[in-house]
């Protein structure tokens, strides 16, 4: 790798979590533990609807993880909140195993992946800013 081409950046996310029967926030955080030239942190709340407007303004990304939107619909809403206040873009990860996701989420994507690891790391660097 080029040393010009090497993001030293590490990344703030908020990772969707919750009642996760089929343990995608795990399988989630080993696709990211697995690239190990990509830096992360992860920032959580106790409540995400009364989260300081400090705490969200380090935040650099929201992953959501679609399959776990139906038994945690409520931080999904004070995220897309969240999103929508303070400009951070939404990265959707797809269900594990499937295309479909949740229309109310695919409208405030900024970005829609699948479970590839590299395409993963590629649409949190790259997602655009929300409107």
């Known amino acids: 790798m080029f040393e010009d081409e090497r993001d030293d950046k590490i990344y703030n996310l908020i990772i969707t979590n919750g009642f996760d ?10 696709k990211l533990y697995s690239k ?22 380090k935040v650099d990304r929201i992953i959501m993880l679609a399959g776990l939107y139906n038994d945690n619909k409520e931080l999904f809403h004070d995220l897309l ?9 939404i990265v959707l990860v797809r269900p594990y195993g499937l295309e479909e996701v ?14 590839n690891a590299n395409c993963i790391l590629d649409s949190i660097k790259d997602a655009p800013q929300t409107i």
Do not use: C, H, M
């Open 36 to 57: 190990v030239d990509f830096r992360w942190k992860e920032s959580i709340s106790g409540a995400y609807a009364t989260a300081s407007e400090e705490f969200y303004n």
């Open 81 to 89: 909140d969240a999103s929508e206040k303070y400009n951070i873009p």
């Open 102 to 115: 949740p229309e109310i989420l695919e409208e405030r994507a900024a970005t829609i992946v699948g479970w």
């Open 21 to 30: 029967k089929n343990n995608e926030y795990g399988q989630f955080t080993e």
